[in-house]
């Protein structure tokens, strides 16, 4: 989840004595005759393995996973430890740097972590195993694309892969069937519309738009959506990527106009900036918003507290009949193999089991998307499908921008924090964008 899907400290950045990686050298990567898939033959193993599943499909998809690896592997114990995204990313590097780091860890893309880890040495390359367990021809290219950097770590998107992801992620809208009936409209089929709504929510007294930003980081999900109708989905990659332009170029302002007139015209809560994220799901079944924006991990929690009456779409269009703009996305947080694991064959088989087209059905099965083919499972409930569908469409349609706190080591906490001044009205849209841009053109000198 970000993403997810889905804020790493800058006090951990600066700390360099704790920088994972630090005192070992760069991990080697071993031919691929030497990598071991009788895993029986490893003896007892207990494998530690980081996640941030910890919303309720999630929890349950971990569970029975690991449970599954454990059954085929009666030598490999599963010691798991599950935080929320902010708390993972918050000491990942401090746990990587320390004598006892888990052998795997989910590692968000971009420059903030997986880029980081890399360029310290704490992630193993995965070259060797998808030689034999065949990674890449597993999923989508644009997946594989975003879970690979060079070995400096200066570049994402390209390079040795690093990462597997479970599941896949487009950022979209839920509503309530139920309030649509109540205020008497249908699920959009524009964004004017959409906004129309809005208003006439408001007007009603209801909440408009759920939203909560504790974390600073949910923000960046509404920006992303209010940018698929300001900007081309090239410039969008192009700037996350570091290959052309500004954060406060006039598409990006304008998105950023928009969010602040959503707080200003009372379309979000007032204690958005207070609400913390991962309560979104019972927040928005007991009534409080018409609308929520977010990615596929919201399905399952919100179809067992809805049931059918919650529904999800992908941003419509600006005007109805126009093309489908774009909108964040791409991989799930991707599982990765650290240096210092004593167990990194055993750690692969673990990767390969959690990402076969069984594994891929149990995501299916507890309301997930999976990020490869399933082998047998579609979605049963009506939001399960819509969330399949979107996916398929983002997909089909390349329509997929990276999430935008990708771009620097420290910019889900420079943009995150930027958006919760805009919200509250501390900053204008210009003074947030150019705080973003500050990090980001000091981010590109040095790399």
Same mark, same amino acid.
């Given at each position: 989840?970000?993403?997810?899907?889905?804020?790493?400290?800058?006090?951990?950045?600066?700390?360099?004595?704790?920088?994972?990686?630090?005192?070992?050298?760069?991990?080697?990567?071993?031919?691929?005759?030497?990598?071991?898939?009788?895993?029986?033959?490893?003896?007892?193993?207990?494998?530690?393995?980081?996640?941030?599943?910890?919303?309720?499909?999630?929890?349950?998809?971990?569970?029975?996973?690991?449970?599954?690896?454990?059954?085929?592997?009666?030598?490999?114990?599963?010691?798991?430890?599950?935080?929320?995204?902010?708390?993972?990313?918050?000491?990942?590097?401090?746990?990587?740097?320390?004598?006892?780091?888990?052998?795997?860890?989910?590692?968000?893309?971009?420059?903030?972590?997986?880029?980081?880890?890399?360029?310290?040495?704490?992630?193993?390359?995965?070259?060797?195993?998808?030689?034999?367990?065949?990674?890449?021809?597993?999923?989508?290219?644009?997946?594989?694309?975003?879970?690979?950097?060079?070995?400096?770590?200066?570049?994402?998107?390209?390079?040795?892969?690093?990462?597997?992801?479970?599941?896949?992620?487009?950022?979209?809208?839920?509503?309530?069937?139920?309030?649509?009936?109540?205020?008497?409209?249908?699920?959009?089929?524009?964004?004017?519309?959409?906004?129309?709504?809005?208003?006439?929510?408001?007007?009603?007294?209801?909440?408009?738009?759920?939203?909560?930003?504790?974390?600073?980081?949910?923000?960046?999900?509404?920006?992303?959506?209010?940018?698929?109708?300001?900007?081309?989905?090239?410039?969008?990659?192009?700037?996350?990527?570091?290959?052309?332009?500004?954060?406060?170029?006039?598409?990006?302002?304008?998105?950023?106009?928009?969010?602040?007139?959503?707080?200003?015209?009372?379309?979000?809560?007032?204690?958005?900036?207070?609400?913390?994220?991962?309560?979104?799901?019972?927040?928005?079944?007991?009534?409080?918003?018409?609308?929520?924006?977010?990615?596929?991990?919201?399905?399952?929690?919100?179809?067992?507290?809805?049931?059918?009456?919650?529904?999800?779409?992908?941003?419509?269009?600006?005007?109805?009949?126009?093309?489908?703009?774009? +909108? $964040? #996305? =791409?991989?799930?947080?991707?599982?990765?193999?650290?240096? !210092?694991?004593?167990?990194?064959?055993? @750690? *692969? %088989?673990?990767?390969?089991?959690?990402?076969?087209?069984?594994?891929?059905?149990?995501?299916?099965?507890?309301?997930?998307?999976?990020?490869?083919?399933?082998?047998?499972?579609?979605?049963?409930?009506?939001?399960?499908?819509?969330?399949?569908?979107?996916?398929?469409?983002?997909?089909?349609?390349?329509?997929?921008?990276?999430?935008?706190?990708?771009?620097?080591?420290?910019?889900?906490? +420079? $943009? #995150? =924090?930027?958006?919760?001044?805009?919200?509250?009205?501390? !900053?204008?849209?210009?003074?947030?964008? @150019? *705080? %973003?841009?500050?990090?980001?053109?000091?981010?590109?000198?040095?790399?």
């Amino acid at each position: 989840m970000r993403k997810p899907i889905m804020v790493l400290a800058t006090m951990l950045i600066s700390v360099s004595a704790c920088a994972p990686g630090s005192n070992n050298p760069k991990p080697t990567q071993k031919p691929p005759s030497a990598v071991q898939t009788d895993i029986a033959k490893a003896g007892p193993v207990t494998l530690t393995v980081w996640d941030q599943e910890v919303l309720g499909g999630q929890n349950e998809q971990m569970q029975k996973l690991n449970a599954a690896f454990h059954a085929k592997y009666p030598n490999v114990t599963i010691k798991r430890v599950s935080r929320s995204f902010s708390d993972l990313e918050k000491t990942l590097r401090l746990a990587l740097s320390g004598d006892n780091p888990p052998d795997v860890v989910e590692a968000n893309q971009g420059y903030g972590i997986m880029a980081a880890l890399v360029k310290a040495g704490a992630l193993v390359p995965l070259d060797p195993y998808d030689k034999v367990y065949g990674f890449r021809k597993r999923f989508p290219a644009g997946v594989s694309q975003l879970n690979s950097v060079t070995t400096d770590g200066k570049t994402i998107g390209s390079g040795s892969l690093y990462g597997v992801s479970m599941t896949g992620e487009a950022v979209g809208i839920y509503y309530n069937t139920d309030e649509l009936a109540k205020l008497g409209i249908q699920p959009p089929t524009s964004f004017s519309q959409f906004e129309q709504d809005l208003a006439l929510a408001k007007s009603k007294g209801e909440t408009p738009l759920y939203f909560a930003n504790l974390e600073k980081f949910p923000a960046i999900h509404e920006l992303g959506v209010l940018l698929g109708q300001t900007a081309d989905k090239g410039a969008l990659r192009n700037l996350v990527f570091g290959q052309g332009g500004a954060w406060t170029d006039p598409p990006v302002v304008q998105a950023a106009q928009r969010l602040a007139g959503w707080a200003k015209n009372g379309y979000l809560p007032r204690t958005a900036n207070a609400g913390k994220y991962n309560d979104s799901p019972s927040a928005f079944a007991k009534g409080d918003g018409v609308f929520l924006i977010g990615g596929p991990w919201f399905a399952a929690d919100l179809q067992k507290k809805l049931g059918d009456k919650v529904r999800f779409m992908l941003p419509p269009p600006p005007q109805a009949g126009q093309a489908q703009p774009p +909108t $964040l #996305g =791409g991989p799930g947080l991707p599982l990765a193999i650290t240096s !210092k694991s004593k167990h990194p064959d055993v @750690a *692969a %088989a673990y990767l390969n089991f959690m990402t076969s087209p069984q594994a891929m059905d149990v995501v299916v099965q507890t309301g997930g998307l999976p990020s490869a083919k399933p082998a047998s499972a579609t979605p049963s409930s009506p939001v399960g499908r819509d969330v399949f569908q979107a996916y398929r469409t983002a997909s089909d349609k390349d329509l997929l921008v990276p999430y935008l706190d990708y771009s620097t080591t420290t910019f889900m906490d +420079t $943009l #995150g =924090g930027a958006l919760q001044e805009i919200i509250a009205g501390r !900053k204008t849209p210009q003074q947030g964008m @150019a *705080a %973003a841009q500050k990090d980001y053109s000091a981010f590109l000198a040095k790399k």
